[in-house]
């Protein structure tokens, strides 16, 4: 989740001054998919290529280029999400190669940029950076022919993961070259030169018209003219669109909100937290991607989690995974109150602190109390270099991109599936389950995307359902075991963001109280997924059928739902994964219910996205 632009011009007395103009107002437009640290590359005849990068904001990349003052007429951009490497200069796009000939901007992670490194490494290149696209800029230039479109067709094939890239070359300064693969990139001719960019609110102020490259399609920009190449290097002639979005629509994707955008972001962020960690293909965990060695593993008597919110919802779910998963014992805790416990350190314990934005001051007050125990700790944070991710031992990096609705959304399902490949691979390294098991589950959360994908196709459903529930004030989630913690999180969901009075209750709780409240005029929503209390769970909804309550039910129910009660179901999976997938159809009922009530959906009252006050 970063964003790309580039700009060739024609050869014009301020030419310089334009190019910088247009590729740093471009990056302010995109700061929204990435803003830790950002740079610009420029070339021009006799000048090579100039590098500039700045950590932080787009405002310090502007001071740095006045510093700088890069000449050329032609250059790329590029504002970063860091996913792999700390946000330093070092790590800042773009990436060039030793011989400063080859300038690189990427979107999009390589999978084997650690085998590519090395084989390189070995051949005496010498590497500046921690991140995957390094390895392309040397690649490139390690590969090179003469013909930068030649070498690209050569190199790109040895790349495995999704990339977007621009490439300037240094023999050819007045060009721009670009590729991609599952990751968008799009171009336009201008009157004054030609533009590139990830995302079409980088280019909405110079034209409206704008072509989308093609899967495995490269692009070559000169000031007066694009070529497109499909994958086989025949040169093609793809179709210009025509964009009716203002820049704020397309900065949301076309999505009314940044949480709608989000909740459907989650097939490629699960995708990208995925194969990050895990090669999917063989059924085996990425060894160094990983926070426990066999030893540590072996040595695990207990895990405490601790962490706010949504995030500790997910570490809800964490704690089941780890115990059913793996057989560890496991206990979920809410930051602001385990760091005033007294919880003595046990032998083989290990720490885990969750945190979306990894700056949450609970949470990190709770991690510096477990360090102060003498706990090894780990962080599960969605922002590299955060505080949280610093202080702790070891990190896991949730992939999601950034968040910027305030509601979480995919932060808490890449949350829930790190929790599930961790305890996956302490199963394995522990001896509870072989590499047929491990393979086994493996693929089923590879089978989670599309899941996703096919309840978010099936949005209307919940949209229609919304609109019935006009006058519904009171709504309780209920559910048993994980899907308890589905409705702890539904719950939150629903009442942050349209402001409804909702609750989540244990199912088999209700009748210990809180069913004195269930009357005609409440929506009780079932969560039923865990098979062991399958029965059990429908027995609690019957008993608030009883009262007159409206029901929703959420699960595997093929066969269709019982008489009077709506239905969603999901796709079949294990009982551990279900509640990942009936937590998407929360997240829509929250949204169209705010949506319905009028709410401000993105900054909803009260709340603020990052929580660094106790
Ligand atoms: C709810 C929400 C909050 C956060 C909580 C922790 O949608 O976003 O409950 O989950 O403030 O934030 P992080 O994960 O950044 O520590």
Redesign the pocket.
């Known amino acids: 989740m970063c964003g790309i632009v580039g700009f060739t011009g024609k050869a014009a007395p301020e030419a310089t001054e334009k190019c910088r103009e247009i590729l740093l107002s471009g990056l302010e437009n995109l700061e929204y998919r990435g803003y830790d640290s950002a740079g610009i590359a420029m070339a021009g005849e006799g000048e090579g290529i100039t590098i500039c990068r700045a950590v932080g904001r787009i405002s310090n990349l502007r001071k740095a280029v006045a510093g700088c003052q890069p000449q050329g007429s032609c250059g790329i951009g590029h504002t970063r999400w860091a996913t792999h490497g700390r946000p330093t200069v070092e790590n800042c796009h773009p990436h060039e190669d030793e011989k400063h000939s080859v300038a690189v901007v990427h979107n999009g992670i390589i999978e084997n940029y650690q085998h590519l490194k090395e084989e390189l490494q070995r051949s005496g290149v010498e590497f500046n950076s921690q991140t995957d696209t390094e390895v392309i800029a040397q690649l490139l230039a390690h590969h090179y022919s003469g013909n930068m479109k030649d070498t690209l067709q050569k190199v790109l094939p040895l790349l495995e993961g999704s990339f977007a890239l621009g490439v300037l070359d240094k023999n050819q300064p007045d060009c721009i070259y670009c590729a991609r693969r599952r990751s968008p990139l799009l171009v336009a001719q201008g009157k004054d030169g030609s533009y590139l960019a990830s995302d079409v609110s980088a280019l909405l102020a110079y034209t409206k018209d704008v072509t989308y490259l093609e899967e495995n399609g490269i692009a070559v920009l000169t000031p007066d003219s694009i070529r497109f190449y499909n994958e086989n290097g025949s040169e093609i002639h793809p179709e210009s669109t025509h964009i009716t979005w203002d820049a704020t629509a397309a900065r949301k994707n076309g999505f009314e909100h940044y949480m709608l955008k989000e909740i459907f972001d989650q097939p490629t962020a699960l995708r990208d937290t995925l194969n990050h960690y895990v090669d999917v293909e063989l059924g085996c965990i990425r060894r160094e991607a990983m926070p426990f060695t066999p030893e540590q593993a072996k040595a695990l008597r207990r895990v405490t989690i601790a962490?706010?919110?949504?995030?500790?919802h997910a570490s809800v779910m964490g704690q089941s995974l780890l115990e059913q998963l793996a057989g560890i014992p496991a206990l979920a805790a809410i930051a602001s109150e385990y760091r005033y416990s007294n919880m003595p350190p046990v032998e083989g314990e290990v720490f885990i602190a969750?945190?979306?934005?990894?700056?949450?001051a609970d949470?990190l007050a709770a991690l510096s109390y477990k360090k102060a125990q003498g706990l090894r700790t780990i962080a599960l944070?969605?922002v590299l270099g955060s505080t949280?991710a610093r202080e702790a031992d070891a990190v896991m990096y949730t992939l999601a991109g950034p968040e910027i609705a305030?509601?979480?959304?995919k932060?808490?399902l890449t949350q829930v599936l790190l929790f599930a490949i961790l305890a996956l691979d302490l199963a394995h390294l522990r001896g509870v389950i072989d590499d047929a098991k491990l393979k086994e589950g493996i693929a089923a959360l590879a089978k989670l995307p599309e899941q996703v994908e096919e309840i978010l196709a099936k949005q209307s459903v919940v949209q229609d359902f919304v609109q019935q529930q006009k006058d519904c004030r009171d709504i309780f989630f209920i559910g048993r075991l994980m899907d308890y913690a589905s409705s702890l999180e539904a719950a939150?969901?629903l009442k942050?963001v349209s402001y409804l009075h909702s609750e989540a209750y244990a199912a088999g709780e209700l009748k210990h109280g809180t069913i004195a409240l269930v009357d005609e005029s409440c929506l009780v929503v079932v969560f039923a997924t865990q098979t062991v209390v399958l029965e059990k769970t429908l027995a609690n909804m019957e008993e608030v059928r009883a009262r007159g309550a409206k029901l929703l039910l959420l699960g595997h129910f093929p066969e269709g739902a019982p008489e009077d009660c709506s239905l969603w179901n999901i796709g079949k999976t294990s009982d551990q994964l279900a509640p990942l997938l009936t937590t998407v159809y929360a997240q829509l009922f929250a949204y169209y219910m705010a949506k319905l009530h009028g709410c401000d959906i993105d900054k909803p009252r009260n709340?603020a996205?990052?929580?660094t006050v106790e």
């Open positions: 962490a706010c919110g949504t995030a500790y969750v945190s979306q934005s990894g700056e949450t949470t944070s969605n949280i305030v509601a979480s959304t932060a808490y939150l969901k942050e709340l996205k990052s929580v």
